[in-house]
């Protein structure tokens, strides 16, 4: 089992593009969660999806962040119109389904926005 | 709504010296409470959960309900400690289990 995999490591967008967070959960991982960690702070919880569903998206700005999380393939964070402001890392950590399941965690994928 | 406070953002001690990480949370229904740990260049991991009342690497954490409290010991701490150590907090409901919150963390440096 590779353990969750994100991809890139690192991206670099220039104001106004797009960016694209992949996430792979670990195999029978069906739920995911999206984290930002700026700068001195913690985990700051964005969004929680299983395939298909978004569960809870509280912590999703209202405009320009979205994420999915489809049947096949990779969990999305898409980023529209990036501005400064939004250079941070973004983790992500999948778990099975159960409330006490050990939630792990990728790598990261550290956004610059220039 | 779930919160998770970790009052101390840097916390340094000296090797063999008794360390406890403080976390504190708010969460009306019925929580299941961890401890992560980061170490330099890593991925975060888990280190242990309240449910299974283990000790992994000399840490023992005890949920205290009455003072809504979950903090981290160890009686003699060791200079691979240093990193950087997140409580976190999911919730259970009915309908199934809630968003994984972490406090913002607390940078645990041990010196020799």
């Known amino acids: 089992n590779a353990g969750v995999m994100q991809n890139p490591r690192h991206l670099v967008r220039r104001r106004g593009q797009e960016a694209r967070l992949r996430c792979s959960p670990m195999?029978?991982?069906?739920?995911v969660y999206w984290y930002r960690q700026l700068p001195e702070e913690g985990l700051k919880f964005m969004v929680y999806l299983q395939k298909e569903n978004i569960i809870d998206e509280s912590g999703m700005p209202k405009e320009r962040f979205s994420a999915e999380f489809p049947k096949e393939g990779p969990s999305i964070l898409r980023i529209q119109q990036v501005v400064r402001g939004d250079s941070a890392a973004y983790f992500c950590?999948?778990?099975?389904?159960?409330?006490?399941?050990?939630?792990?965690f990728g790598q990261g994928t550290r956004l610059t926005v220039v | 709504a779930q919160r998770v406070t970790q009052p101390e953002k840097l916390l340094s001690v000296f090797k063999g010296a008794p360390v406890e990480l403080k976390c504190n949370y708010s969460?009306?229904?019925?929580?299941?409470l961890f401890w992560y740990v980061q170490y330099s260049r890593q991925r975060l991991q888990l280190l242990l959960r309240h449910i299974s009342r283990e000790s992994i690497k000399g840490f023992t954490a005890d949920l205290n309900k009455g003072e809504t409290s979950f903090h981290l010991k160890k009686p003699f701490a060791q200079e691979e400690d240093s990193a950087m150590y997140y409580c976190a907090l999911r919730g259970i409901t009915q309908g199934g289990s809630e968003k994984l919150v972490f406090g913002k963390g607390t940078k645990l440096t041990v010196n020799p």
């Open positions: 950590a999948s778990s099975k389904p159960s409330a006490r399941a050990e939630a792990f």
């Open positions: 195999k029978g991982h069906s739920h």
């Open positions: 969460y009306s229904g019925s929580p299941e």
